[in-house]
């Protein structure tokens, strides 16, 4: 008995070795896998970029997939080697701002009449404000009258109570503009009692005859004081050149921000200097700024589909019920039509495809975009510098002007303004303001997107490489950068294409082109031709992706035709849309 008890012991003892030795395999190849796992990059920590298809949510997190053949759509983490400066604009030294007054444009005391007032109260936010502050400038030297200080928006959907000296340096506007017309900070009493002056509103886009025929009348009868409310893109784009030039010395010259502004901006563009040689300014959408309750009301009026889904459709459908004057709009054809602003996915990877590497840095100056953070995450992961004022400033800084939506947008205007190079989104006041800024100023580089024809680009990258990708978009972008002689004299807003105030150098170009001669001993190769002259493929881009700006005559009656319809077809997403609703008009208006 004791020989078959002692087998059993041994296979007993055979099979916990066995038992152990599993298990000890096991655990081995468990520590293994998990350290592996470990080492492992995760999809989004790739240094190439996956991006879904444009059907899927825009929201999507930048993957690296591994796929192979002709359709892979990689992002490399640098721009690519170019034949351009990405930071300056080509022939931008042959061109410079020109807006002093000619001979023939005689002085203010020559031509003001010491008992015509004209007052103005502006509309909207900030931007939209300067622009009417500018044409009233030009208004009342139609009209031969002393301009009131003008009164500033405060009680619209903006709610912002600052009044002009708290946004723009009164004194400096005042006396900059002392030889072109006479300016006093508050009606004079008549008989020891204020004067109060008749109110009245003149057409979208008046011209010079129209001012004096409607408005010239009511001051000489009207105890000689008027007040025009609602004044915003009040004048024609078309007016005599010394008018034209009046115009950018009050938007360009006159028109400095408080001090208080002035060095809290110089503040924020100092600290992103501190963080890198260039920045990019980048105004993602035209939105309210800082008053992020009310973004989902902007993106609805746009008719635009942004991506977001179910959940986004039916948010932004219920808004749009709100609104009895709002036209129903088909997204998709909205988009097509390039009237609905980029995703900022499409934003990042257009930036990416002209040349800028991932380590730009990125300031954006818009307010929180409807849908936050995730809406955001794509951008950020092919630019993970990006900053705006909240993120390099502390809020015991911005409390002097966070409650006060001008001041915080007059703010991000600073920054945009000094950028190195500026992207917008869209095409509201901001946006246009900023591009006859920086036009004016040495063509610093402002990018606009080509929406139309980028649209069904984005709509079909997968299908490409990276290569061909980037290649297009550098084709269609011809035209949309902010190169001088861009947009053809006479198109657009003044206030976002002032031609008449932007002169040539004709003697600086012959003379660059004359040494590359003398260089190329007479026979300039094609390439030196590019960098000296006006290149003809900068305009090569359809007619109809440039914006369509109707020509407006000196017909007294005439209004503006941005009344009559919802979208002007410029290629912005909610672009001065005029309604019967006076909020919505506030709304859409800056």
């Known amino acids: 008995m004791a020989l078959p008890r002692r087998r059993n012991l041994s296979n007993n003892s055979r099979l916990r070795s066995l038992v152990n030795l599993v298990s000890a395999i096991s655990g081995v190849i468990l520590i293994l896998f998990a350290f592996l796992s470990f080492l492992a990059p995760s999809p989004n920590e790739s240094p190439h970029f996956h991006l879904r298809h444009r059907q899927s949510s825009f929201n999507a997190v930048v993957e690296d997939l591994a796929t192979s053949g002709d359709s892979v759509f990689h992002v490399p983490s640098n721009g ?3 034949d351009r400066d990405i930071w300056s604009s080509r022939n931008a030294k042959f061109f410079y701002g020109c807006s002093n007054a000619s001979a023939k444009f005689a002085k203010t005391e020559a031509v003001s009449h010491p008992t015509r007032y004209l007052a103005i109260a502006t509309s909207g936010g900030l931007n939209q404000q300067r622009t009417g502050i500018t044409d009233a400038v030009v208004a009342a030297r139609i009209l031969n009258a002393t301009l009131v ?4 928006d405060q009680k619209s959907f903006w709610k912002d109570a600052s009044n002009f000296s708290e946004i723009f340096d009164v004194d400096w506007f005042i006396s900059s503009l002392s030889k072109d017309v006479k300016i006093i900070k508050q009606l004079p009493k008549r008989g020891g009692k204020n004067w109060t002056p008749y109110t009245m509103r003149v057409p979208r886009k008046c011209s010079e005859r129209c001012y004096q025929n409607r408005v010239l009348p009511v001051i000489l009868k009207r ?7 609602k ?4 004048l024609a784009n078309k007016l005599d050149t010394d008018l034209q030039k009046l115009r950018c010395r009050v938007n360009y010259h006159a028109l400095k921000f408080a001090d208080p502004i002035l060095e809290m901006g110089k503040t924020l563009v100092h600290r992103m200097r501190m963080r890198s040689k260039r920045y990019i300014a980048l105004h993602l959408r035209h939105v309210s700024l800082y008053m992020i309750m009310f973004e989902p009301d902007m993106l609805a009026f746009s008719g635009c589909d942004y991506g ?5 459709r039916n948010e932004l459908g219920a808004i749009r019920k709100r609104w009895k004057t709002l036209h129903k709009n088909n997204p998709d054809r909205q988009r097509r039509q390039g009237k609905c602003p ?6 990042g990877l257009m930036l990416r495809a002209l040349g800028y590497d991932s380590d730009v840095h990125i300031y954006v100056a818009s307010g929180e975009v409807y849908g936050g953070e995730e809406t955001l995450r794509p951008l950020k992961s092919l630019f993970p510098n990006f900053y705006s004022k909240d993120t390099i400033a502390t809020k015991e800084e911005l409390a002097p002007f966070s409650s006060f939506s001008s001041r915080m947008a007059a703010l991000d205007f600073i920054v945009c303004d000094e950028s190195d190079v500026f992207v ?15 036009r004016y100023f040495g063509h610093k580089p402002t990018i606009r997107p080509n929406a139309k024809k980028l649209y069904r680009l984005f709509l079909n990258r997968n ?13 269609f972008q011809r035209g949309f950068m902010g190169e001088p002689k861009e947009v053809r004299p006479g198109r657009g807003e003044f206030h976002e294409n002032p031609s008449a105030c932007i002169c040539e150098d004709s003697e600086a170009r012959e003379k660059a082109n004359a040494d590359l001669r003398d260089k190329k001993n007479g026979k300039p190769d094609a390439s030196s031709r590019k960098e000296v002259t006006v290149s003809d493929d900068q305009n090569d881009y359809d007619d109809n992706d440039e914006p369509k700006w109707p020509d407006l005559d000196d017909d007294d009656d005439q209004i503006w035709p941005q009344e009559k319809h919802l979208y002007n077809g410029t290629g912005s997403d909610y672009d001065a849309v005029i309604s019967d609703e006076p909020e919505l008009e506030e709304i859409l208006s800056d």
Request: positive net charge; hydrophobic residues 35%; aromatic residues 8%.
């Open 80 to 82: 690519g080697k170019l």
């Open 149 to 152: 200080v003008p009164k500033l």
């Open 223 to 229: 105890h000689h004081a008027v007040q025009l409310n």
């Open 231 to 234: 004044f915003d893109y009040r």
């Open 308 to 312: 977001g889904g179910e959940k986004e």
């Open 342 to 347: 980029l995703t900022p996915e499409e934003v």
């Open 424 to 438: 917008t989104n869209n095409n509201g006041n901001m946006a246009r303001i900023l591009a006859g800024r920086r």
């Open 463 to 475: 299908n490409m490489t990276w290569e061909t990708f980037a290649s297009r978009v550098l084709t």
